[in-house]
């Protein structure tokens, strides 16, 4: 019987198996992919992590690796397949159709960008294709970029790109955009920001990085010059699992406060898959070390 058990191995199910490391938890984590440390990876360069600066994404996953496993942190490969609630704990289910038993879990499934799934998205994804403007924007300085979406997060994004960036087109696929009325004016009012609408794109081309974003209007080809394309059409939480367990938001998400606590007696969210307002690496790791804490707390008050 485990004390802990942490589905996800990103910065915040790494950053837990740290804090419950050193609490002297009995924790495990159980990750999906072999050695994996989450969509951190894809980052070509991290400017915003504290004390790290320009580490690329995939060297910042590998450090907090080698963090947790230096204090000697337990993990096993494999895929969740379902968590039943006991009388005082929890079974996890694994794809091999072994299951373990936990007093509690920190779950740190994250959330995945919703793709275009185009001709060379998978291929210049973080050279030049990003989903994060708030990560990657800085890189794109005095450059011409483009956003696909248009609801707020697309928006959103169009009106952080514009600080930098020379000029930023908003490219969607119909007439109407789907943001805030809010958001729509301050964009139309913002000079470097350019909407070409009834767009779907088709292809995004380039040599090493991206050179250009092909796309249909009026069933006619064109092709635009831009040096990134940021990706805002949505993202998808990995909370399956916990549908019917804890409780969830509208979009999915899992709902849970800044303690991490769900709805679910034992069951703690953190990173991208709770309910919050900043998906960062940082407050993902900030909530690994949350969750822990709470989940130790939790453990006190039921073994008394």
């Known amino acids: 019987m485990y004390d802990i058990i942490i589905i996800g191995s990103g910065p915040a199910g790494l950053t837990a198996a740290i804090y419950a490391s050193r609490a002297e938890l009995n ?3 159980i990750e999906k992919e072999y050695q994996g440390t989450g969509q951190i990876a894809e980052s070509e360069r991290v400017e915003n992590y504290p004390g790290l600066y320009g580490e690329s994404g995939f060297d910042l996953g590998e450090k907090f690796r080698e963090h947790t496993l ?3 942190a337990k993990f096993t490969e494999g895929e969740v397949t379902f968590i039943q609630k006991g009388n005082d704990f929890y079974k ?3 794809s091999d159709c072994s299951d373990i038993e936990t007093r509690t879990i920190i779950y740190a499934a994250g959330a995945k960008p919703n793709r275009l799934n185009i001709e060379g998205e998978n291929k210049y994804s973080g050279c030049g294709v990003s989903y994060c403007a708030i990560c990657d924007g800085a890189f794109y300085k005095d450059k011409t970029v483009a956003v696909v979406g248009g609801g707020d997060t697309a928006l959103s994004d169009a009106l952080l790109l514009s600080k930098t960036a020379k000029l930023v087109y908003v490219i969607h696929r119909r007439e109407e955009l789907r943001a805030n009325k809010a958001l729509q004016t301050a964009a139309n009012k913002t000079e470097n920001i350019r909407f070409i609408l009834n767009a779907v794109p088709v292809e995004i081309t380039g040599d090493k990085k991206v050179h250009s974003l092909k796309f249909l209007r009026n069933n006619v080809m064109e092709e635009l010059e831009v040096s990134g394309v940021f990706v805002a059409v949505g993202t ?5 699992l916990l549908k019917g367990i804890a409780e969830l938001d509208g979009s999915g998400y899992v709902i849970a406060g800044e303690d991490c606590a769900t709805s679910a007696e034992g069951i703690f969210a953190a990173g991208d898959v709770r309910t919050k ?3 960062q690496v940082i407050t993902a ?4 070390a949350v969750a822990v804490h709470s989940a130790e707390n939790y453990l006190l008050k039921s073994s008394r």
């Open 27 to 29: 924790a495990l984590v």
């Open 70 to 72: 230096s204090l000697g």
């Open 92 to 94: 996890v289910g694994l």
């Open 236 to 240: 998808v939480p990995q909370s399956g």
């Open 277 to 279: 307002q900043l998906r």
């Open 285 to 288: 790791a900030a909530d690994g």
